[in-house]
């Protein structure tokens, strides 16, 4: 264990503490010590490189194994960015490692350790373990930590919180490492829920102005925020308990008292990433304007699932104050390193002693991402090797979360996939909505007499549809049904929630959801892609023979629903409906309709849709393509288009369309030249 321990890291106390235990006392006391005996006012002019090293968005991914499919999967997981870190830590001789939220959930494995056979307060959480064997600096709170409630997130922080519903006196297993968040605040206390910062002190390796190597002290403040959103999402928990501020009123606040403390540089973790709309108290992503404020020295981002700096051809975050080349936002050092433990974020910040304290070039730092997968000169991919430690250390729980998601629940007659779900087939949807229809309409039955003259219906949406690569489409085989296929399903730990609606909402509902498309012109001779930049997730649609409607995507965006019907007949606008969809959707989307900011919710469940979906298949074992993959409510207006409209999907998959009754799709090519594992395919609009 000591040989992996880079002897000039800029070490956090508790991993001393993780050394000493294992007997090398020695090498912790020297590292503590370094700098004690200098006379730092002499060595002004040294300089410093601190490498700043991020994870974010880990989503419990804490081995490279997909628990839908039982299978390995080695494009992402925190095993193989765990070598990455090791690797940097031998390059740079001071790192601080962080991580950035979204870490406690997202795999059968987190469900398991939450609600299926929850860990006791002695146990470290899995995914904690993991990072545990790094040594992590610091981290913050994602949306996602929020999911499982405050009691869980209090026990697996390792106590302390002092919130309304909360023992906050219980002293658990934690972390391991300090978790910042300055932007929500316990109703109860008027203070922040965790600590707004922590102020790391630590001795960096230095270069004296005439070459030689000495040790300085240095002081770095970590403040931590995350997304607004938690109020909407996890509203059934957080309501009453806590509240939010913005990421730039709490940083105003508290970056000032981080300098004051002494604090040489400032890194801000945000959980949230770039958006060039008016900054506001609640925006989800206000990293441009966060970039802005005093005294903040470098960034981390997340939340989006995106990556900064984007060496792509065309890069995304296409923003004022947004430089690739950079990697700056606004001039301030930044990173956004992927999801699922894909890439390790590295912020080189150049430091210079001036005799007192440390000062930070930021024109002289260096933003990059370092991916765990590349291409190599022959253009074959290339991935990182899984760090050895990792797997040995949550072995036992693994095999458990295994066993729990092979639970037999049922028996499905046809390939239940989202391969084609934007084009129209229905199969892995459709069971989902019959069973969140189902279990609102018995509620409201049996809970809600005001509402149970009104029709019950269902939307959902493909959860994977190709973002990741084309692995990422549910893609469920004939034969037996068990839990990990019924989560495969449903992605999203989400909870069911109720909306009332009239038939204009359902109408502006799902020409909002037609975004998903771009507009295509028929009379353009070169290829027109399909598919828009709105994300799959965002594609609700219904499944039922009640409701029918087409998609013309020859229109602009607002224009596109056509021939909507209800029971065969033009969906009178004044009608009112019961939908069921999720907390998501129910209470943070008002871009789709007003009211979808929480103002429609007539039920709020505490159910998971992808629970109702697993207790829906239990109950009818046997899923066929006849009663649950087959109803189509949509397709695409009749269009001639002059040249071929495209899109991309899963790898050689054309017989799935044609088994979901897609006759106007076709392959143009096994490898669509996107690196990411999927083929080419058109539609003819005018079938």
Same mark, same amino acid.
């Given at each position: 264990?000591?040989?992996?321990?880079?002897?000039h890291s800029v070490f956090s106390p508790h991993l001393s503490r993780r050394v000493a235990?294992?007997?090398?006392?020695?090498?912790?006391?020297?590292?503590?010590?370094?700098?004690? !005996?200098?006379?730092?006012?002499?060595?002004?002019?040294?300089?410093?490189?601190?490498?700043?090293? $991020?994870?974010?968005?880990? @989503?419990?991914?804490?081995?490279?194994?997909?628990?839908?499919?039982?299978?390995?999967?080695?494009?992402?997981?925190?095993?193989?960015?765990?070598?990455?870190?090791?690797?940097?830590?031998?390059?740079?001789?001071?790192?601080?490692?962080?991580?950035?939220?979204?870490?406690?959930?997202?795999?059968?494995?987190?469900?398991?350790?939450?609600?299926?056979?929850?860990?006791?307060?002695?146990?470290?959480?899995?995914?904690?373990?993991?990072?545990?064997?790094?040594?992590?600096?610091?981290?913050?709170?994602?949306? @996602?930590?929020?999911?499982?409630?405050?009691?869980?997130?209090?026990?697996?922080?390792?106590? !302390?919180?002092?919130?309304?519903?909360?023992?906050?006196?219980?002293?658990?297993?934690?972390?391991?490492?300090?978790?910042?968040?300055?932007?929500?605040?316990?109703? *109860?206390?008027?203070?922040?829920?965790?600590? +707004?910062?922590?102020?790391?002190?630590?001795?960096?390796?230095?270069?004296?102005?005439?070459?030689?190597?000495? *040790?300085? +002290?240095?002081?770095?403040?970590?403040?931590?925020?995350?997304?607004?959103?938690?109020?909407?999402?996890?509203?059934?928990?957080?309501?009453?308990?806590?509240?939010?501020?913005?990421?730039?009123?709490? #940083?105003?606040?508290?970056?000032? $008292?981080?300098?004051?403390?002494?604090?040489?540089?400032?890194?801000a973790l945000l959980h949230g990433g770039l958006d060039g709309a008016a900054y506001s108290?609640t925006m989800e992503n206000p990293g441009l304007y966060l970039s802005k404020v005093a005294?903040?020295?470098?960034?981390?981002?997340? @939340?989006?699932?995106?990556?900064?700096?984007?060496?792509?051809?065309?890069?995304?975050?296409?923003?004022?104050?947004?430089?690739? &080349?950079?990697?700056?936002?606004? !001039?301030?050092?930044?990173?956004? #390193?992927?999801?699922?433990? &894909?890439?390790?974020?590295?912020?080189?910040?150049?430091?210079?002693?001036?005799?007192?304290?440390?000062?930070?070039? *930021?024109?002289?730092?260096?933003?990059?991402?370092?991916?765990?997968?590349?291409?190599?000169?022959?253009?074959?991919?290339?991935?990182?090797?899984?760090?050895?430690?990792?797997?040995?250390?949550?072995?036992?729980? @693994?095999?458990?979360?295994?066993?729990?998601?092979?639970?037999?629940?049922?028996?499905?007659?046809?390939?239940?996939?989202?391969?084609?779900?934007?084009?129209?087939?229905?199969?892995?949807?459709?069971?989902?909505?019959?069973?969140?229809?189902?279990?609102?309409?018995?509620?409201?039955?049996?809970?809600?007499?005001?509402?149970?003259?009104?029709?019950?219906?269902?939307?959902?949406?493909?959860?994977?549809?190709?973002?990741?690569?084309?692995?990422?489409?549910?893609?469920?085989?004939?034969? +037996?049904?068990?839990?990990?296929?019924?989560?495969?399903?449903?992605?999203? +730990?989400?909870?069911?929630?109720?909306?009332?609606?009239?038939?204009?909402?359902?109408?502006?509902?799902?020409?909002?959801?037609? &975004?998903?498309?771009?507009?295509?012109?028929?009379?353009?001779?070169? $290829?027109?892609?399909?598919?828009?930049?709105?994300?799959?997730?965002?594609?609700?649609?219904?499944?039922?023979?009640?409701?029918?409607?087409?998609?013309?995507?020859?229109?602009?965006?607002?224009?596109?629903?056509?021939?909507?019907?209800?029971?065969?007949?033009?969906?009178?606008?004044?009608?009112?409906?019961?939908?069921?969809?999720?907390?998501?959707?129910?209470?943070?989307?008002?871009?789709?309709?007003?009211?979808?900011?929480?103002?429609?919710?007539?039920?709020?469940?505490?159910?998971?849709?992808?629970?109702?979906?697993?207790?829906?298949?239990?109950?009818?074992?046997?899923?066929?393509?006849?009663?649950?993959?087959?109803?189509?409510?949509?397709?695409?207006? *009749?269009?001639?288009?002059?040249?071929?409209?495209?899109?991309?999907?899963?790898?050689?998959?054309?017989?799935?369309?044609?088994? !979901?009754?897609?006759?106007?799709?076709?392959?143009?090519?096994?490898?669509?030249?996107?690196?990411?594992?999927?083929?080419?395919?058109?539609?003819?609009?005018?079938?």
């Open positions: 264990m000591s040989a992996r321990i880079p002897t235990a294992l007997g090398v006392v020695a090498l912790a006391a020297s590292l503590a010590a370094c700098g004690g !005996g200098d006379d730092s006012s002499s060595n002004a002019g040294a300089t410093a490189t601190l490498a700043v090293l $991020e994870t974010t968005d880990l @989503h419990f991914n804490v081995r490279s194994y997909d628990y839908f499919k039982l299978a390995e999967d080695k494009s992402y997981g925190f095993e193989r960015t765990a070598t990455l870190v090791r690797a940097a830590r031998k390059e740079f001789a001071n790192t601080l490692l962080v991580d950035n939220g979204d870490t406690i959930q997202g795999t059968a494995l987190a469900d398991y350790e939450a609600t299926i056979n929850p860990i006791p307060c002695t146990q470290q959480l899995s995914m904690y373990k993991a990072m545990g064997s790094l040594g992590f600096d610091a981290g913050t709170l994602g949306n @996602h930590e929020f999911n499982y409630g405050l009691p869980f997130l209090n026990q697996v922080l390792g106590g !302390g919180l002092d919130v309304d519903g909360v023992d906050g006196s219980k002293k658990c297993a934690g972390a391991g490492f300090p978790v910042v968040l300055a932007n929500v605040v316990s109703n *109860k206390t008027k203070k922040p829920l965790v600590q +707004p910062y922590t102020l790391l002190e630590r001795t960096l390796v230095a270069k004296s102005a005439d070459g030689k190597d000495v *040790k300085l +002290p240095i002081k770095i403040g970590v403040i931590g925020f995350t997304t607004p959103g938690i109020m909407n999402w996890d509203k059934r928990y957080l309501e009453g308990k806590v509240t939010t501020e913005g990421a730039v009123e709490a #940083a105003n606040k508290y970056v000032p $008292e981080l300098r004051a403390k002494g604090a040489d540089l400032v890194v108290p005294g903040i020295d470098a960034m981390v981002m997340g @939340h989006q699932h995106g990556v900064f700096p984007d060496t792509a051809a065309i890069p995304g975050f296409k923003l004022p104050g947004v430089d690739h &080349k950079a990697g700056t936002i606004n !001039g301030v050092p930044a990173v956004m #390193a992927s999801s699922w433990g &894909k890439a390790l974020g590295v912020v080189q910040l150049a430091l210079q002693w001036d005799g007192t304290k440390w000062v930070v070039n *930021k024109s002289a730092s260096k933003s990059e991402l370092r991916n765990i997968q590349s291409k190599n000169a022959a253009g074959t991919t290339v991935t990182v090797d899984a760090d050895p430690a990792i797997a040995p250390l949550i072995e036992t729980q @693994h095999q458990a979360a295994i066993q729990y998601v092979k639970t037999p629940i049922g028996q499905t007659d046809f390939r239940m996939s989202t391969l084609f779900a934007d084009v129209g087939d229905p199969g892995a949807i459709q069971i989902v909505n019959q069973a969140q229809q189902a279990y609102v309409a018995a509620y409201v039955k049996a809970n809600l007499p005001q509402y149970a003259q009104l029709p019950v219906l269902s939307v959902s949406a493909p959860f994977k549809s190709g973002f990741q690569g084309g692995a990422d489409y549910t893609d469920v085989a004939v034969g +037996p049904l068990a839990i990990n296929n019924a989560a495969d399903l449903y992605l999203y +730990p989400n909870t069911v929630y109720a909306v009332k609606v009239n038939g204009g909402d359902i109408k502006n509902w799902l020409e909002a959801a037609a &975004k998903r498309f771009n507009q295509i012109d028929p009379a353009k001779t070169t $290829e027109q892609q399909l598919i828009s930049t709105f994300p799959g997730y965002n594609f609700d649609m219904f499944t039922t023979a009640d409701m029918q409607y087409e998609i013309d995507v020859t229109q602009p965006v607002g224009s596109r629903i056509k021939n909507l019907t209800y029971l065969g007949k033009p969906i009178d606008v004044a009608q009112e409906f019961v939908i069921s969809t999720n907390n998501y959707r129910a209470t943070s989307g008002k871009s789709f309709i007003d009211k979808l900011d929480g103002s429609g919710t007539i039920w709020a469940s505490p159910d998971a849709n992808r629970d109702v979906v697993i207790d829906y298949i239990r109950k009818n074992p046997a899923v066929t393509r006849v009663a649950n993959g087959a109803a189509k409510s949509w397709r695409f207006a *009749k269009a001639t288009v002059a040249g071929p409209v495209v899109f991309s999907s899963g790898a050689n998959a054309l017989s799935v369309a044609q088994a !979901g009754g897609l006759a106007n799709v076709s392959l143009l090519a096994a490898d669509d030249g996107s690196g990411k594992g999927t083929s080419k395919y058109a539609i003819d609009l005018s079938k």
